[in-house]
Protein backbone atom coordinates (compact mmCIF):
# COMPACT_ATOMS: atom_id res chain seq x y z
CA UNK A 1 0.00 0.00 0.00
CA UNK A 2 1.38 3.85 -0.75
CA UNK A 3 2.24 5.79 1.87
CA UNK A 4 -0.66 8.37 2.71
CA UNK A 5 1.05 11.04 2.59
CA UNK A 6 1.85 10.22 -1.39
CA UNK A 7 -1.98 10.79 -2.03
CA UNK A 8 -2.75 13.24 -4.54
CA UNK A 9 -6.27 13.92 -2.57
CA UNK A 10 -4.17 14.51 0.55
CA UNK A 11 -5.34 18.28 0.48
CA UNK A 12 -8.94 16.88 0.83
CA UNK A 13 -8.08 14.93 3.96
CA UNK A 14 -10.49 15.88 6.92
CA UNK A 15 -8.58 17.07 9.53
CA UNK A 16 -8.99 17.98 13.22
CA UNK A 17 -6.40 18.81 16.31
CA UNK A 18 -6.26 17.73 19.39
CA UNK A 19 -4.98 20.20 22.47
CA UNK A 20 -3.88 19.13 25.84
CA UNK A 21 -2.41 21.14 28.73
CA UNK A 22 0.30 19.72 30.52
CA UNK A 23 1.22 20.23 34.84
CA UNK A 24 4.44 22.37 33.49
CA UNK A 25 1.92 24.08 31.28
CA UNK A 26 0.01 24.87 34.51
CA UNK A 27 2.96 26.08 36.87
CA UNK A 28 3.98 28.44 33.44
CA UNK A 29 0.29 30.28 33.23
CA UNK A 30 0.42 30.84 37.08
CA UNK A 31 3.55 32.64 36.38
CA UNK A 32 2.44 34.88 33.79
CA UNK A 33 3.86 33.29 30.87
CA UNK A 34 0.78 32.95 28.58
CA UNK A 35 -2.27 30.73 28.28
CA UNK A 36 -0.82 27.58 26.40
CA UNK A 37 -4.03 26.41 24.68
CA UNK A 38 -4.35 29.45 22.71
CA UNK A 39 -0.86 29.55 21.88
CA UNK A 40 -0.69 25.86 20.44
CA UNK A 41 -3.91 26.72 18.56
CA UNK A 42 -2.10 29.18 16.96
CA UNK A 43 0.80 26.87 15.93
CA UNK A 44 -1.35 24.37 14.27
CA UNK A 45 -3.61 26.91 12.79
CA UNK A 46 -0.16 28.21 11.01
CA UNK A 47 0.71 24.51 10.28
CA UNK A 48 -2.68 23.70 8.56
CA UNK A 49 -2.78 26.92 6.19
CA UNK A 50 0.86 25.37 5.66
CA UNK A 51 -0.56 21.96 4.17
CA UNK A 52 -3.64 23.31 2.60
CA UNK A 53 -6.08 21.93 5.04
CA UNK A 54 -8.58 23.09 7.22
CA UNK A 55 -9.18 22.21 10.90
CA UNK A 56 -12.74 21.05 11.10
CA UNK A 57 -13.13 20.24 14.72
CA UNK A 58 -10.69 21.40 18.07
CA UNK A 59 -10.34 18.79 20.81
CA UNK A 60 -9.43 20.71 23.75
CA UNK A 61 -7.91 19.02 27.06
CA UNK A 62 -8.01 21.19 29.67
CA UNK A 63 -7.90 18.53 32.50
CA UNK A 64 -3.96 17.14 33.29
CA UNK A 65 -5.00 13.77 33.74
CA UNK A 66 -1.76 10.65 33.23
CA UNK A 67 -4.49 8.31 31.91
CA UNK A 68 -7.37 7.88 28.97
CA UNK A 69 -9.71 7.36 32.13
CA UNK A 70 -9.22 11.16 32.71
CA UNK A 71 -9.42 12.75 29.71
CA UNK A 72 -12.72 13.06 28.08
CA UNK A 73 -11.64 14.62 25.16
CA UNK A 74 -8.89 12.05 24.35
CA UNK A 75 -11.62 9.31 24.50
CA UNK A 76 -14.12 11.28 22.45
CA UNK A 77 -11.16 11.79 19.65
CA UNK A 78 -10.50 8.00 19.73
CA UNK A 79 -14.29 7.43 19.26
CA UNK A 80 -14.15 9.47 16.14
CA UNK A 81 -11.33 7.97 14.83
CA UNK A 82 -13.00 4.84 15.14
CA UNK A 83 -16.24 5.89 13.21
CA UNK A 84 -13.90 6.57 10.37
CA UNK A 85 -14.35 10.58 11.04
CA UNK A 86 -10.52 11.87 10.13
CA UNK A 87 -7.76 11.10 7.80
CA UNK A 88 -5.51 13.39 9.83
CA UNK A 89 -4.73 14.00 13.35
CA UNK A 90 -3.00 17.85 14.49
CA UNK A 91 -0.67 18.21 17.59
CA UNK A 92 1.76 20.40 18.43
CA UNK A 93 3.52 17.34 19.40
CA UNK A 94 3.62 13.88 19.53
CA UNK A 95 4.00 13.81 23.73
CA UNK A 96 0.57 15.73 23.94
CA UNK A 97 -0.94 12.82 23.08
CA UNK A 98 -0.25 10.88 26.11
CA UNK A 99 2.09 10.17 28.58
CA UNK A 100 0.20 7.53 30.38
CA UNK A 101 1.10 4.21 30.94
CA UNK A 102 2.17 1.29 28.37
CA UNK A 103 -0.92 -0.09 27.84
CA UNK A 104 -2.85 3.78 27.37
CA UNK A 105 0.22 4.35 24.75
CA UNK A 106 -0.76 1.19 22.97
CA UNK A 107 -4.63 2.24 22.86
CA UNK A 108 -3.17 5.51 20.64
CA UNK A 109 -1.06 3.95 18.45
CA UNK A 110 -3.41 1.62 17.53
CA UNK A 111 -6.03 4.10 16.95
CA UNK A 112 -3.95 5.31 14.23
CA UNK A 113 -2.99 2.53 13.09
CA UNK A 114 -6.33 0.54 12.49
CA UNK A 115 -8.30 3.74 11.31
CA UNK A 116 -5.30 4.72 8.64
CA UNK A 117 -5.43 8.19 10.14
CA UNK A 118 -2.09 9.95 9.96
CA UNK A 119 -0.70 12.25 12.70
CA UNK A 120 0.90 15.63 11.99
CA UNK A 121 3.04 17.80 14.13
CA UNK A 122 5.42 20.79 13.56
CA UNK A 123 8.57 17.89 13.25
CA UNK A 124 6.83 15.24 11.68
CA UNK A 125 4.20 13.43 9.75
CA UNK A 126 3.85 9.99 11.03
CA UNK A 127 2.24 7.40 8.37
CA UNK A 128 -0.29 4.87 9.95
CA UNK A 129 1.14 2.73 6.88
CA UNK A 130 4.90 3.23 8.00
CA UNK A 131 6.79 0.89 10.52
CA UNK A 132 9.37 3.21 11.34
CA UNK A 133 6.99 5.98 11.87
CA UNK A 134 5.02 3.87 14.36
CA UNK A 135 7.79 2.32 15.68
CA UNK A 136 8.97 6.10 16.34
CA UNK A 137 5.71 7.10 17.27
CA UNK A 138 5.84 4.60 20.31
CA UNK A 139 9.09 5.92 21.28
CA UNK A 140 8.46 9.30 21.86
CA UNK A 141 5.40 8.42 24.11
CA UNK A 142 7.38 5.98 25.90
CA UNK A 143 9.91 9.05 26.57
CA UNK A 144 7.69 11.84 27.37
CA UNK A 145 6.22 9.15 30.22
CA UNK A 146 10.08 9.29 31.58
CA UNK A 147 10.03 13.03 31.25
CA UNK A 148 6.98 13.34 33.01
CA UNK A 149 8.11 11.28 35.91
CA UNK A 150 10.71 14.09 36.26
CA UNK A 151 8.52 16.95 35.96
CA UNK A 152 6.44 15.16 38.33
CA UNK A 153 9.22 15.51 40.58
CA UNK A 154 10.67 18.68 39.58
CA UNK A 155 6.90 20.09 40.26
CA UNK A 156 6.72 18.71 43.54
CA UNK A 157 9.85 19.79 45.17
CA UNK A 158 9.15 23.67 43.36
CA UNK A 159 5.60 23.26 45.10
CA UNK A 160 7.09 22.69 48.75
CA UNK A 161 9.84 24.96 48.41
CA UNK A 162 7.65 27.80 47.50
CA UNK A 163 4.82 26.64 50.27
CA UNK A 164 8.18 26.89 53.05
CA UNK A 165 8.80 30.11 51.57
CA UNK A 166 5.09 31.46 52.50
CA UNK A 167 4.08 31.16 48.98
CA UNK A 168 -0.19 31.00 48.14
CA UNK A 169 -0.29 27.74 46.03
CA UNK A 170 -2.65 29.22 43.81
CA UNK A 171 -4.37 26.20 42.44
CA UNK A 172 -8.21 24.98 43.44
CA UNK A 173 -10.80 27.61 44.74
CA UNK A 174 -9.65 30.26 47.04
CA UNK A 175 -10.18 29.81 50.44
CA UNK A 176 -13.49 31.43 51.95
CA UNK A 177 -13.31 35.18 52.55
CA UNK A 178 -9.72 35.60 50.59
CA UNK A 179 -9.03 36.15 47.26
CA UNK A 180 -5.33 35.10 45.48
CA UNK A 181 -3.27 37.88 44.04
CA UNK A 182 0.17 38.42 42.46
CA UNK A 183 2.78 40.68 44.45
CA UNK A 184 6.13 40.88 43.08
CA UNK A 185 5.93 37.34 40.50
CA UNK A 186 4.68 35.13 43.57
CA UNK A 187 1.26 34.52 45.01
CA UNK A 188 -0.62 35.55 47.78
CA UNK A 189 -3.78 36.36 49.70
CA UNK A 190 -6.13 39.70 50.66
CA UNK A 191 -9.26 40.04 51.85
CA UNK A 192 -11.89 39.62 49.56
CA UNK A 193 -15.51 40.88 49.71
CA UNK A 194 -17.11 38.35 52.05
CA UNK A 195 -13.85 38.86 53.98
CA UNK A 196 -16.19 40.79 56.61
CA UNK A 197 -18.30 37.49 56.84
CA UNK A 198 -15.40 35.23 58.09
CA UNK A 199 -14.57 37.57 60.71
CA UNK A 200 -18.44 37.59 61.63
CA UNK A 201 -17.88 34.12 62.51
CA UNK A 202 -15.08 34.40 64.63
CA UNK A 203 -17.13 37.19 66.19
CA UNK A 204 -20.14 34.80 66.83
CA UNK A 205 -17.39 32.28 68.48
CA UNK A 206 -15.74 34.34 70.58
CA UNK A 207 -19.76 35.08 71.90
CA UNK A 208 -19.95 31.27 73.05
CA UNK A 209 -21.81 30.18 70.09
CA UNK A 210 -21.19 26.69 68.59
CA UNK A 211 -21.41 25.99 65.02
CA UNK A 212 -24.59 24.53 64.47
CA UNK A 213 -25.81 27.97 66.00
CA UNK A 214 -23.53 30.08 63.99
CA UNK A 215 -25.29 28.11 60.62
CA UNK A 216 -28.89 28.75 62.17
CA UNK A 217 -27.67 32.90 62.47
CA UNK A 218 -26.29 32.92 58.75
CA UNK A 219 -28.93 31.25 57.60
CA UNK A 220 -31.63 33.47 59.27
CA UNK A 221 -29.01 36.63 57.91
CA UNK A 222 -29.97 35.52 54.69
CA UNK A 223 -25.86 35.53 53.96
CA UNK A 224 -25.06 32.88 51.07
CA UNK A 225 -22.98 29.85 51.58
CA UNK A 226 -19.70 30.05 49.80
CA UNK A 227 -21.26 28.06 46.81
CA UNK A 228 -24.31 30.55 46.57
CA UNK A 229 -26.50 28.64 48.56
CA UNK A 230 -29.05 29.41 50.75
CA UNK A 231 -28.44 26.60 53.77
CA UNK A 232 -25.31 27.11 56.01
CA UNK A 233 -24.48 23.44 57.29
CA UNK A 234 -22.33 23.18 60.58
CA UNK A 235 -19.88 21.40 59.05
CA UNK A 236 -19.03 24.38 56.25
CA UNK A 237 -18.92 26.78 59.28
CA UNK A 238 -16.26 24.24 60.96
CA UNK A 239 -14.06 23.83 58.06
CA UNK A 240 -13.40 27.33 57.21
CA UNK A 241 -13.11 28.37 61.14
CA UNK A 242 -10.43 25.75 61.34
CA UNK A 243 -8.74 26.72 57.97
CA UNK A 244 -5.13 27.71 59.63
CA UNK A 245 -5.23 30.31 56.54
CA UNK A 246 -7.16 32.63 58.34
CA UNK A 247 -4.79 33.05 60.90
CA UNK A 248 -1.35 33.68 58.15
CA UNK A 249 -0.53 30.30 57.85
CA UNK A 250 0.52 28.37 54.45
CA UNK A 251 -0.97 24.95 54.25
CA UNK A 252 0.52 22.72 52.03
CA UNK A 253 -0.08 18.45 51.68
CA UNK A 254 -3.36 18.38 53.48
CA UNK A 255 -4.69 15.52 50.08
CA UNK A 256 -2.16 13.46 49.41
CA UNK A 257 -1.91 10.95 46.35
CA UNK A 258 -1.91 7.74 46.94
CA UNK A 259 -1.80 4.41 44.65
CA UNK A 260 -3.56 1.24 45.39
CA UNK A 261 -3.94 -2.30 43.41
CA UNK A 262 -7.27 -3.07 42.11
CA UNK A 263 -7.45 -7.23 42.52
CA UNK A 264 -10.22 -6.92 40.10
CA UNK A 265 -8.75 -5.15 37.21
CA UNK A 266 -4.99 -5.31 38.21
CA UNK A 267 -4.07 -1.53 37.50
CA UNK A 268 -2.93 0.86 40.01
CA UNK A 269 -5.64 3.34 41.05
CA UNK A 270 -4.52 6.53 41.78
CA UNK A 271 -7.31 8.74 44.63
CA UNK A 272 -6.02 11.59 46.84
CA UNK A 273 -6.75 11.27 50.11
CA UNK A 274 -6.52 13.78 53.64
CA UNK A 275 -2.91 14.05 55.11
CA UNK A 276 -3.22 14.54 59.15
CA UNK A 277 0.05 16.42 59.46
CA UNK A 278 0.32 18.61 56.41
CA UNK A 279 3.02 21.51 56.12
CA UNK A 280 2.53 24.93 57.93
CA UNK A 281 4.91 27.75 57.27
CA UNK A 282 4.14 31.77 57.97
CA UNK A 283 2.67 33.08 54.52
CA UNK A 284 2.99 35.97 52.95
CA UNK A 285 -0.37 37.05 54.14
CA UNK A 286 0.45 37.11 57.56
CA UNK A 287 -0.75 40.50 59.32
CA UNK A 288 -3.10 41.29 56.33
CA UNK A 289 -6.67 40.49 57.71
CA UNK A 290 -5.64 37.48 59.91
CA UNK A 291 -6.16 37.08 63.12
CA UNK A 292 -3.78 36.36 65.55
CA UNK A 293 -2.70 32.86 66.11
CA UNK A 294 -3.27 32.91 69.73
CA UNK A 295 -6.99 34.17 68.97
CA UNK A 296 -7.19 31.87 66.16
CA UNK A 297 -6.57 28.44 68.58
CA UNK A 298 -8.94 30.03 71.36
CA UNK A 299 -11.74 30.08 69.46
CA UNK A 300 -11.52 26.91 67.35
CA UNK A 301 -11.05 24.78 70.56
CA UNK A 302 -7.32 23.27 69.14
CA UNK A 303 -4.00 23.93 68.31
CA UNK A 304 -4.43 23.99 65.06
CA UNK A 305 -1.36 26.02 63.80
CA UNK A 306 1.34 26.37 66.20
CA UNK A 307 1.28 23.09 67.73
CA UNK A 308 1.97 21.69 64.25
CA UNK A 309 4.63 23.75 63.93
CA UNK A 310 6.12 23.30 67.11
CA UNK A 311 5.85 19.78 66.06
CA UNK A 312 7.61 19.90 63.10
CA UNK A 313 10.24 21.50 64.54
CA UNK A 314 10.68 19.52 67.52
CA UNK A 315 10.47 15.68 65.01
CA UNK A 316 14.61 14.80 64.70
CA UNK A 317 14.49 11.04 63.06
CA UNK A 318 13.03 10.94 59.53
CA UNK A 319 12.94 7.04 60.37
CA UNK A 320 10.46 7.78 62.69
CA UNK A 321 7.34 4.89 63.06
CA UNK A 322 9.43 3.02 60.28
CA UNK A 323 12.62 1.60 61.68
CA UNK A 324 12.18 -1.80 64.17
CA UNK A 325 14.03 -4.20 65.47
CA UNK A 326 14.50 -7.15 63.22
CA UNK A 327 15.22 -9.30 66.71
CA UNK A 328 11.99 -8.69 68.37
CA UNK A 329 9.61 -6.09 66.26
CA UNK A 330 10.17 -3.03 68.84
CA UNK A 331 10.20 0.24 67.29
CA UNK A 332 13.79 2.06 67.03
CA UNK A 333 13.76 5.50 68.99
CA UNK A 334 16.57 8.48 67.90
CA UNK A 335 17.96 10.15 70.91
CA UNK A 336 21.13 12.03 71.92
CA UNK A 337 23.82 11.63 73.63
CA UNK A 338 26.18 14.23 75.44
CA UNK A 339 30.12 13.41 75.38
CA UNK A 340 31.57 17.02 76.47
CA UNK A 341 30.93 19.44 73.49
CA UNK A 342 30.46 16.60 70.84
CA UNK A 343 27.41 14.87 70.57
CA UNK A 344 25.86 11.77 68.98
CA UNK A 345 22.69 10.55 67.83
CA UNK A 346 21.88 6.87 68.07
CA UNK A 347 19.08 4.71 67.39
CA UNK A 348 17.62 2.86 70.68
CA UNK A 349 15.03 0.95 71.89
CA UNK A 350 13.71 -1.21 75.13
CA UNK A 351 11.22 -4.03 75.16
CA UNK A 352 8.43 -5.15 78.24
CA UNK A 353 9.98 -8.26 79.63
CA UNK A 354 7.81 -9.57 82.51
CA UNK A 355 6.14 -6.16 82.81
CA UNK A 356 9.33 -4.36 82.61
CA UNK A 357 12.01 -2.69 80.32
CA UNK A 358 14.69 -4.33 79.59
CA UNK A 359 17.17 -3.99 76.55
CA UNK A 360 17.09 -6.25 73.20
CA UNK A 361 20.12 -7.99 72.72
CA UNK A 362 19.19 -8.69 69.34
CA UNK A 363 20.02 -5.20 68.67
CA UNK A 364 22.06 -3.08 70.46
CA UNK A 365 21.32 0.28 69.15
CA UNK A 366 23.25 2.10 66.28
CA UNK A 367 24.61 4.86 65.10
CA UNK A 368 22.23 7.33 63.55
CA UNK A 369 24.58 8.90 60.32
CA UNK A 370 25.78 4.74 60.11
CA UNK A 371 21.84 3.51 59.81
CA UNK A 372 21.15 6.89 57.59
CA UNK A 373 23.77 5.51 55.08
CA UNK A 374 22.15 2.09 55.07
CA UNK A 375 18.83 3.44 54.02
CA UNK A 376 19.76 5.50 51.32
CA UNK A 377 21.92 2.36 49.98
CA UNK A 378 18.71 0.17 50.62
CA UNK A 379 16.36 2.17 48.62
CA UNK A 380 18.85 2.57 45.90
CA UNK A 381 18.75 -1.25 45.74
CA UNK A 382 14.72 -1.17 46.15
CA UNK A 383 14.69 1.15 43.03
CA UNK A 384 17.18 -0.57 41.04
CA UNK A 385 15.56 -4.02 41.60
CA UNK A 386 12.11 -2.47 40.96
CA UNK A 387 13.47 -0.74 37.55
CA UNK A 388 14.77 -4.41 36.37
CA UNK A 389 11.15 -5.68 36.93
CA UNK A 390 9.57 -2.95 35.05
CA UNK A 391 12.20 -3.90 32.13
CA UNK A 392 11.48 -7.20 31.98
CA UNK A 393 9.50 -7.74 28.29
CA UNK A 394 5.63 -8.81 28.29
CA UNK A 395 3.96 -10.05 25.53
CA UNK A 396 -0.01 -10.12 26.72
CA UNK A 397 -0.79 -8.71 29.78
CA UNK A 398 -1.38 -10.10 33.22
CA UNK A 399 -5.30 -10.66 32.41
CA UNK A 400 -4.25 -12.12 28.95
CA UNK A 401 -1.61 -14.67 30.41
CA UNK A 402 -4.03 -15.94 33.34
CA UNK A 403 -6.82 -16.33 30.13
CA UNK A 404 -4.55 -18.11 28.13
CA UNK A 405 -3.23 -20.52 30.96
CA UNK A 406 -7.05 -21.34 31.94
CA UNK A 407 -7.80 -21.88 28.67
CA UNK A 408 -5.15 -24.48 28.42
CA UNK A 409 -5.72 -26.24 32.04
CA UNK A 410 -9.14 -26.63 30.62
CA UNK A 411 -8.00 -28.12 27.25
CA UNK A 412 -6.12 -30.49 29.30
CA UNK A 413 -8.96 -31.36 31.95
CA UNK A 414 -11.30 -32.33 28.66
CA UNK A 415 -8.41 -34.42 27.03
CA UNK A 416 -8.31 -36.34 30.52
CA UNK A 417 -12.13 -37.05 30.71
CA UNK A 418 -11.59 -38.09 26.56
CA UNK A 419 -9.28 -40.32 27.71
CA UNK A 420 -11.13 -42.31 30.62
CA UNK A 421 -13.66 -42.39 28.38
CA UNK A 422 -11.80 -44.05 25.76
CA UNK A 423 -10.78 -46.36 28.06
CA UNK A 424 -14.05 -47.46 28.92
CA UNK A 425 -14.95 -48.27 25.57
CA UNK A 426 -12.43 -50.47 25.40
CA UNK A 427 -9.75 -47.97 22.71
CA UNK A 428 -6.88 -48.07 25.27
CA UNK A 429 -5.70 -51.37 27.40
CA UNK A 430 -4.72 -50.49 31.38
CA UNK A 431 -1.17 -50.05 30.83
CA UNK A 432 -1.43 -47.53 27.46
CA UNK A 433 -4.54 -45.59 29.44
CA UNK A 434 -2.28 -44.99 32.50
CA UNK A 435 0.83 -44.10 30.35
CA UNK A 436 -1.52 -42.04 28.66
CA UNK A 437 -3.43 -40.15 31.65
CA UNK A 438 -0.35 -39.70 33.93
CA UNK A 439 1.48 -37.27 30.94
CA UNK A 440 -1.99 -35.41 30.95
CA UNK A 441 -1.74 -35.37 34.61
CA UNK A 442 1.87 -33.81 34.25
CA UNK A 443 0.45 -31.48 31.99
CA UNK A 444 -2.10 -30.11 34.71
CA UNK A 445 0.13 -29.67 37.56
CA UNK A 446 2.54 -27.69 35.18
CA UNK A 447 -0.30 -25.11 33.72
CA UNK A 448 -1.61 -24.88 37.46
CA UNK A 449 1.90 -24.39 38.85
CA UNK A 450 2.48 -21.40 36.27
CA UNK A 451 -1.26 -20.10 36.81
CA UNK A 452 -0.72 -19.89 40.67
CA UNK A 453 2.89 -18.43 39.85
CA UNK A 454 1.48 -15.80 37.68
CA UNK A 455 0.99 -12.08 39.17
CA UNK A 456 0.81 -8.74 37.60
CA UNK A 457 3.77 -6.31 38.58
CA UNK A 458 3.67 -5.12 42.38
CA UNK A 459 5.11 -1.78 41.52
CA UNK A 460 4.64 0.71 38.78
CA UNK A 461 7.13 3.36 37.41
CA UNK A 462 6.15 5.86 39.94
CA UNK A 463 7.57 3.93 42.38
CA UNK A 464 10.58 4.38 41.46
CA UNK A 465 10.25 7.72 40.54
CA UNK A 466 9.07 8.13 44.51
CA UNK A 467 12.26 5.87 45.89
CA UNK A 468 14.59 8.58 43.79
CA UNK A 469 13.28 11.17 45.14
CA UNK A 470 13.40 9.86 49.22
CA UNK A 471 16.79 9.14 48.67
CA UNK A 472 17.42 12.70 47.03
CA UNK A 473 15.50 14.47 50.36
CA UNK A 474 17.19 12.29 52.92
CA UNK A 475 20.66 13.54 51.68
CA UNK A 476 19.35 17.17 51.44
CA UNK A 477 20.38 18.99 54.49
CA UNK A 478 17.83 21.62 53.82
CA UNK A 479 14.75 19.76 54.18
CA UNK A 480 13.05 19.21 57.67
CA UNK A 481 12.99 16.03 58.67
CA UNK A 482 9.38 15.75 58.75
CA UNK A 483 9.16 16.13 55.17
CA UNK A 484 11.55 13.05 54.73
CA UNK A 485 9.23 11.25 56.89
CA UNK A 486 6.18 12.10 55.19
CA UNK A 487 7.57 11.10 51.93
CA UNK A 488 9.73 7.92 53.44
CA UNK A 489 6.09 6.58 54.61
CA UNK A 490 4.31 6.97 51.07
CA UNK A 491 6.38 3.94 49.82
CA UNK A 492 7.97 2.34 52.62
CA UNK A 493 5.99 0.09 55.13
CA UNK A 494 9.08 -0.74 57.32
CA UNK A 495 12.94 -0.99 58.08
CA UNK A 496 14.21 -3.75 60.23
CA UNK A 497 17.69 -3.33 61.64
CA UNK A 498 19.67 -6.04 63.80
CA UNK A 499 22.89 -5.74 65.40
CA UNK A 500 24.24 -7.65 68.50
CA UNK A 501 27.31 -5.26 68.80
CA UNK A 502 27.20 -1.91 70.98
CA UNK A 503 27.82 0.52 67.95
CA UNK A 504 31.37 1.87 68.54
CA UNK A 505 32.41 -2.28 69.51
CA UNK A 506 34.03 -3.93 66.54
CA UNK A 507 34.19 -4.90 64.00
CA UNK A 508 30.03 -3.88 63.56
CA UNK A 509 27.83 -5.85 61.07
CA UNK A 510 24.81 -4.34 61.44
CA UNK A 511 21.97 -5.77 58.82
CA UNK A 512 19.10 -3.46 57.58
CA UNK A 513 16.01 -4.45 55.09
CA UNK A 514 13.54 -2.27 53.90
CA UNK A 515 10.31 -3.97 53.38
CA UNK A 516 7.85 -1.67 50.43
CA UNK A 517 4.39 -0.90 50.49
CA UNK A 518 2.46 -2.81 48.02
Not at 83 to 112: H, M, T
Not at 485 to 510: C, G, H, M
Request: proline share 3%; aromatic share 6%.
Amino acid sequence: MDSIMNSADRRTWACCAYLRKSREDEERERMGKGETLARHRRIIESLAIENGHEIREWYPEVVSGETIAARHEIKRLLVDLADGKWDAVYVVEASRLGRGGGSDQEKIINAFRYTDTALITEMKVYDPHNRGDMRQLKSELRSSEDELDAISTRLKRGKYQAAKEGVWQATGKEPFGWRSIRVNGMWTLEPSERHSVLMHIYDLLEAGENYCSIARILNEEGEPTPRGGEHWRHQTVKAIAENPVNCGMNRYGARVMVREFDKETFEVRKMKKNNANPQLTRGLWFGNGTLSIERFERLVGKSVASARLHKDRELKNPLAGLLRCAECGYAMQMHMMSSGKSKAYFFQHAKKDAGKLRSCKGCRGARADQVMAMVAEALRKAADDVEIELAKPTNDSFEAQRKALEASLKKEKLARKRASDAYEAGVYDLAEFKQRRQKIDNRIEALETKLAKAKPKRYDRQTVVTLRECIDMLEDDEVPVKAKNDFLKQVVERIEYSNDTAPYVLPNKPHLEIFLKG
